[in-house]
């Protein structure tokens, strides 16, 4: 099988994320894709930044996926605890599928700060890194540790979790840019209202 891990805050999911890795599957004959939710996100928490709960952000993931076919919410990193490393969601799906091919997916904005991950040169060993960005976009690659490839597309929407916070802040209709299905949670939760 050919396995594609799509890991991240979600803080929260939005259609651009959704988009990413249905081209990724539809692009590289994936067979599934796993939304892997970060029970700790290291590099946000270093900087500070306020984070919604691992599980509630779990439940927007589970909730914006359910009918979307191939791809699926992962609770490997919220399982294990503690710091979420990419090293550590790589073993964690091996072991669930062993013969498989896996598939890293990251973002432009993520691929340029791979340089900084920890453990990373132990999560390249064992996975195929698939950068996917908008076409124009100017990318940095990782470096030579890397079996990566870039995939580029023109309808890749640009939207970033920031934005939606702000916008949920302010109280503005996010109904283009987040799944439908999470706007009960959102509004049941009072996430990123506070701001209001």
Same mark, same amino acid.
């Given at each position: 099988? $050919?396995?594609?891990?799509?890991?991240? !805050?979600?803080?929260?999911?939005?259609?651009?994320?959704i988009?990413?890795?249905?081209?990724?599957?539809?692009?590289?004959?994936?067979?599934?894709?796993?939304?892997? =939710?970060?029970?700790d996100?290291?590099? $946000?928490?270093?900087?500070g930044s306020?984070?919604?709960?691992?599980?509630?952000? *779990?439940?927007?993931v589970?909730?914006?996926?359910v009918?979307?076919e191939?791809?699926?919410?992962?609770? =490997? %990193?919220?399982d294990?605890?503690?710091p979420? *490393?990419?090293?550590? !969601?790589?073993?964690?799906?091996?072991?669930?599928?062993?013969?498989?091919?896996?598939?890293?997916? =990251?973002?432009? %904005?993520?691929?340029?700060?791979?340089?900084?991950?920890?453990?990373?040169?132990?999560?390249? $060993?064992?996975v $195929?890194l =698939?950068?996917?960005?908008?076409? +124009?976009?100017?990318?940095?690659?990782? +470096?030579?540790?890397?079996?990566?490839?870039?995939?580029?597309? %023109?309808?890749?929407?640009? @939207?970033?979790? !920031?934005?939606?916070?702000?916008?949920?802040?302010?109280?503005?209709?996010?109904? +283009? @840019?987040v799944?439908?299905?999470?706007?009960?949670?959102? %509004?049941?939760?009072?996430? *990123?209202?506070?701001?209001?």
């Amino acid at each position: 099988m $050919k396995i594609g891990i799509f890991g991240g !805050t979600f803080d929260p999911i939005h259609k651009g994320h959704i988009a990413c890795a249905l081209f990724a599957k539809e692009t590289l004959n994936l067979d599934l894709v796993y939304f892997v =939710v970060a029970h700790d996100p290291w590099q $946000k928490s270093v900087a500070g930044s306020q984070i919604a709960p691992a599980e509630l952000r *779990y439940s927007m993931v589970e909730a914006a996926l359910v009918n979307i076919e191939g791809l699926f919410p992962s609770h =490997v %990193d919220i399982d294990r605890g503690g710091p979420s *490393y990419s090293a550590d !969601t790589v073993i964690s799906i091996s072991h669930l599928h062993p013969d498989s091919d896996l598939y890293l997916i =990251v973002g432009s %904005d993520v691929a340029k700060d791979i340089g900084t991950w920890h453990r990373g040169e132990e999560a390249s $060993k064992n996975v $195929k890194l =698939v950068v996917v960005a908008r076409k +124009g976009t100017e990318v940095v690659m990782p +470096g030579p540790i890397w079996d990566s490839m870039l995939i580029e597309d %023109d309808n890749l929407p640009e @939207i970033s979790s !920031t934005e939606c916070r702000h916008f949920i802040s302010e109280g503005s209709d996010i109904s +283009g @840019i987040v799944p439908e299905e999470i706007i009960p949670i959102l %509004d049941a939760n009072s996430v *990123y209202y506070g701001n209001r």
